[in-house]
């Protein structure tokens, strides 16, 4: 790495003024400046990740009202809860996880293959080829407010274009697409793919420019055809792409919360409530803080099993491969998403 | 970055010429004018939702609500703008938009200057403690943000900030990503240039700020439009520290206007309209560095 070539030089141009004079050769005399520099990161992130995540794990040790005076210690209580049948946490939380389960398992299937055949089209070069990738991608920057709303409209059950022209075409047209299951499901999913699909398709484009075009060529020459190309060449040379789009596909659909919040509001009942829904609510609306923060830890506690249960699966079929790309960010990346 | 695997030449070109006879002129045009009319249909399709959301958006409160729905407004009415934007209603649709647009500006610069202050240092200094602060840094970003809420709507609220726009400017700008992402840029520039500062007698934060900062123009644009976008279209956190209708954000004062107008779909409209102007225009005239970001997030740094 890089650090072993700096690390002598850093000293000879130290603006330390405070450390004495700095020895040649001695990376730990740097002195202030990496602090000074690091500083104005290193508060925030203090201040409100690390800092929280400890927080969090207190006050979910307590029966924490933020509008009460005492805020008592009562253990794991909040989480004994959780898996005790019967209690009230138990069934509005497992409820909520049930709802991001289906949705996740709805979802993730077509997040994956739609992008990548859009992927694989545009990755063709033809004229206009810019064109057809920001139109596909443009839903994407959109908030989820906007889309939410939008399309609360159209999946109107009376006055929507979407029953409307559904019935023009000899469709059933009096579906209550946000408060019956299992229509609202598929509103929320046709949804979100219609919304986040070029999030996807635009790094499954990138993976497939690294794969060199010579291995096509090769391919071709042995005879093989379209198919036996894409099995051969085009889908082992996604793999480290695949495995990331995958989790963090599966974390973003995990992490659902606004379409189900604003289009559907958990109709019918709370059915279509989720569980970061769920833990907004019982916490921000209902001031149960101490048993939201142990829904939360219990949701991550899943949300990690799950990711490395992907990277396990990925890893393991590309054992023989020595390093693994740097996979950067699935959680931070896609958190407006929700 | 994807030029950099580009085949070598001299294997590319030969087998290029290997191929298959072409097939015949007129097999490939009708190949070719069938996919654009795919293409297309499927284009038209796509974001034939947002065209309508304009379109109904000009229309008066009567058309919106009548079916068959007509793709061109009549009469043609801005209406809807007048009222969600008019003074004295409680959606004051253009106070939500600057809130919006000032919150995720000073959100971006915080940021991108926090986080390139950060990658700054662990890309080129050596220092004790090093590695646990970038490991922590990194083990972040595997952290959702779920198990945030609630601690930090308290530590907000132990701050008075609740219910301010610093609520959504500063607690969410601590970026894993963003240094992450600095980080890996900065390693990749040239020492040479670094080193050739220092021998002009040019101290640390000199060579930072006049020799690496405009060298990484692109990554600190596109990390400034990602942390942008994401500030302004996020909901959750908006919508649960900002309670007073001067203070909203746009797509949180949304699902006001959502629930006081349930059936006003003009008014929705316009105000979603509104509301997907900025990111669309910023879409449009910083595509490439948007779409870079995602697909550079997505592989190896």
Do not use: C
Not at chain 1, 266 to 293: D, F, H, K, V
Not at chain 2, 33 to 61: D, E, Q, W
Not at chain 2, 259 to 282: C, Q
């Amino acid at each position: 790495m890089a650090t072993t070539v700096t690390a002598p030089r850093s000293d000879t141009v130290s603006d330390d003024r405070r450390g004495g004079a700095p020895r040649r050769g001695d990376p730990h005399r740097a002195g202030a400046a990496p602090w000074l520099f690091l500083a104005p990161y290193l508060v925030l992130f203090v201040a409100f990740v690390l800092g929280p995540i400890v927080y969090g794990l207190y006050i979910s040790l307590h029966r924490y009202d933020f509008t009460l005076p005492n805020k008592p210690f009562v253990g794991l209580e909040n989480y004994t809860d959780l898996f005790t049948p019967g209690s009230v946490t138990f069934d509005v939380f497992w409820r909520a996880m049930r709802a991001t389960a289906i949705f996740t398992v709805m979802s993730v299937p077509l997040l994956l293959v739609v992008p990548l055949v859009i992927a694989l089209v545009m990755n063709k070069k033809f004229p206009g080829r810019n064109v057809f990738r920001a139109l596909y991608f443009a839903p994407y920057v959109l908030g989820v407010a906007v889309v939410a709303i939008l399309w609360r409209y159209l999946l109107d059950a009376n006055i929507g274009p979407v029953n409307y022209y559904l019935g023009l075409l000899g469709l059933p047209d009096d579906t209550n697409w946000t408060t019956s299951t299992p229509a609202a499901w598929f509103a929320l999913v046709g949804v979100t793919v219609w919304w986040t699909l070029g999030f996807n398709a635009v790094i499954y484009l990138a993976g497939l420019q690294d794969i060199p075009k010579e291995l096509y060529e090769a391919a071709e020459m042995d005879g093989a055809n379209r198919w036996q190309q894409f099995r051969n060449v085009t889908l082992p040379g996604l793999k480290p792409v695949l495995s990331f789009v995958t989790m963090i596909t599966i974390i973003a659909s995990a992490n659902m919360f606004g379409q189900s919040y604003l289009i559907t509001r958990g109709a019918p009942g709370t059915e279509t409530r989720t569980a970061i829904y769920q833990i907004a609510e019982t916490g921000l609306r209902n001031y149960q803080m101490g048993s939201a923060a142990a829904m939360s830890y219990v949701l991550t506690v899943f949300l990690i099993i799950l990711s490395l249960g992907v990277f396990w699966l990925f890893r393991e079929k590309q054992a023989r491969k020595k390093e693994p790309p740097l996979q950067a960010a699935p959680m931070a990346l896609r958190q407006g998403r929700g | 970055m994807s030029t950099s695997v580009e085949p070598r030449p001299g294997a590319a070109a030969p087998a290029r010429q290997n191929r298959k006879p072409p097939p015949e002129p007129t097999k490939l045009k009708v190949r070719r004018v069938l996919r654009y009319v795919v293409l297309t249909l499927l284009a038209l399709a796509f974001i034939s939702p947002l065209i309508f959301m304009l379109v109904t958006s000009f229309k008066t409160r009567a058309d919106a609500a009548s079916l068959p729905p007509t793709w061109i407004p009549n009469p043609f009415s801005t209406d809807a703008y007048a009222t969600v934007t008019g003074a004295g209603t409680n959606t004051p649709v253009l106070r939500w938009f600057a809130n919006s647009m000032i919150a995720a500006a000073l959100h971006a610069l915080l940021v991108v200057s926090t986080a390139a202050l950060a990658a700054y240092a662990l890309a080129r200094m050596e220092f004790r403690g090093k590695k646990i602060v970038f490991g922590m840094v990194v083990a972040t970003l595997f952290v959702p943000p779920v198990i945030l809420v609630i601690p930090n709507y308290l530590i907000v609220g132990e701050l008075f900030w609740l219910d301010t726009l610093i609520a959504i400017i500063v607690p969410t700008a601590a970026s894993a990503f963003g240094v992450f992402f600095l980080r890996q840029f900065f390693i990749g520039l040239p020492l040479e240039l670094e080193e050739a500062a220092r021998l002009d007698g040019a101290n640390r934060w000199q060579i930072f700020w006049k020799v690496v900062l405009p060298l990484s123009r692109p990554a600190l644009v596109t990390l400034a439009m990602l942390s942008f976008l994401t500030n302004y279209n996020d909901f959750l956190w908006p919508v649960y520290v900002l309670f007073s209708p001067d203070v909203q954000t746009l797509p949180a004062g949304l699902s006001t206007l959502q629930t006081a107008n349930a059936v006003r779909y003009d008014l929705l409209m316009a105000g979603a309209v509104v509301a997907s102007v900025p990111v669309l225009a910023l879409y449009v005239g910083a595509q490439r560095f948007i779409i870079e970001g995602v697909s550079r997030s997505g592989l190896k740094g």
